[in-house]
C-alpha cells in the first residue's frame, strides 16, 4: 500500500495520468487483499474515472483491462458467483484485444484468456473454457516467454483435469 501510494504522488506530482491510473490499480487490489472491499471498488472506480485522461490509446486499453481484470479478483475475493466475474473478465479481454503493440497486447491477453479460462470452469462450461485456454496455448506458443508458456500450458491442461 505503502509503495502505490508513493507512487501516486510520484504520478500525479508529474501529471502523469497513466502511471496514476496505475497506481490506483495498485491500491483497489492491495484494499481488496485486505479485505476493505468497498474501499477496493471506489478506488477502482477513481481509476477508471482518472484513466479516461489518459491519451495514449494502448495504455487506455490496457488499463482499463487492468481495472476489469482486477474488479474480477475484487469479486473472487469476495467468494462472489463466477456469473458475476466474467463479466468483468470478459470486459477486460475487450480492452485488451483493442492493445495496438503486439507484444504487450498478447502478454496481456495470455494471461486474462487463461483467467477467463478458469471462470468457465467454475461455470461447468468446458467448451468455454477449452477455447480461451487453447487462445491462452496460442498466444504462449506465439510469444515463446516462460511466463507465457507456463500459462498456456496451465491453462490447456486445466480443463482436461477437471
Same mark, same amino acid.
Given at each position: 500500500?505503502?509503495? !502505490?501510494?508513493? #507512487?501516486?504522488?510520484? !504520478?500525479?506530482?508529474?501529471? +502523469?495520468?497513466? =502511471?496514476?491510473? %496505475?497506481?490506483?490499480?495498485?491500491? !483497489?487490489?492491495?484494499?481488496?487483499?485486505?479485505?476493505f472491499f468497498e474501499r477496493s471498488s471506489e478506488t477502482?472506480?477513481?481509476?477508471?474515472? @482518472?484513466?479516461?485522461?489518459?491519451?495514449?490509446?494502448?495504455?487506455? *486499453?490496457?488499463?482499463?483491462? %487492468?481495472?476489469?481484470?482486477? &474488479?474480477?479478483?475484487?469479486?473472487?475475493?469476495?467468494?462472489?458467483?463466477?456469473?458475476?466475474?466474467?463479466? /468483468?473478465? @470478459?470486459?477486460?479481454?475487450?480492452?485488451?484485444?483493442?492493445?495496438?503493440?503486439?507484444?504487450? &497486447? /498478447?502478454?496481456?491477453?495470455?494471461? %486474462?484468456?487463461?483467467?477467463?479460462? *478458469?471462470?468457465?470452469? +467454475?461455470?461447468?462450461? =468446458?467448451?468455454?473454457? @477449452?477455447?480461451?485456454? &487453447?487462445? !491462452?496455448?496460442?498466444?504462449?506458443?506465439?510469444?515463446?516467454?516462460?511466463?507465457?508458456? =507456463? @500459462?498456456?500450458?496451465?491453462? #490447456?491442461?486445466?480443463?482436461?483435469? &477437471?
Amino acid at each position: 500500500m505503502e509503495a !502505490a501510494d508513493k #507512487l501516486l504522488d510520484l !504520478a500525479k506530482g508529474e501529471n +502523469d495520468d497513466y =502511471h496514476s491510473v %496505475q497506481a490506483l490499480i495498485a491500491k !483497489a487490489l492491495a484494499y481488496s487483499y485486505l479485505g476493505f472491499f468497498e474501499r477496493s471498488s471506489e478506488t477502482s472506480k477513481s481509476a477508471e474515472e @482518472l484513466c479516461k485522461k489518459v491519451t495514449d490509446n494502448d495504455e487506455f *486499453y490496457s488499463s482499463m483491462g %487492468q481495472i476489469y481484470a482486477g &474488479r474480477s479478483e475484487i469479486l473472487n475475493l469476495q467468494y462472489q458467483s463466477p456469473e458475476k466475474t466474467i463479466v /468483468n473478465d @470478459l470486459k477486460s479481454v475487450g480492452y485488451y484485444e483493442k492493445i495496438k503493440d503486439v507484444k504487450k &497486447r /498478447n502478454g496481456w491477453l495470455a494471461i %486474462q484468456y487463461s483467467s477467463v479460462g *478458469y471462470t468457465y470452469i +467454475d461455470l461447468d462450461k =468446458h467448451k468455454e473454457a @477449452l477455447f480461451y485456454s &487453447r487462445k !491462452a496455448y496460442e498466444l504462449a506458443k506465439a510469444e515463446m516467454t516462460l511466463s507465457t508458456k =507456463h @500459462l498456456g500450458y496451465m491453462a #490447456l491442461g486445466t480443463p482436461i483435469l &477437471r
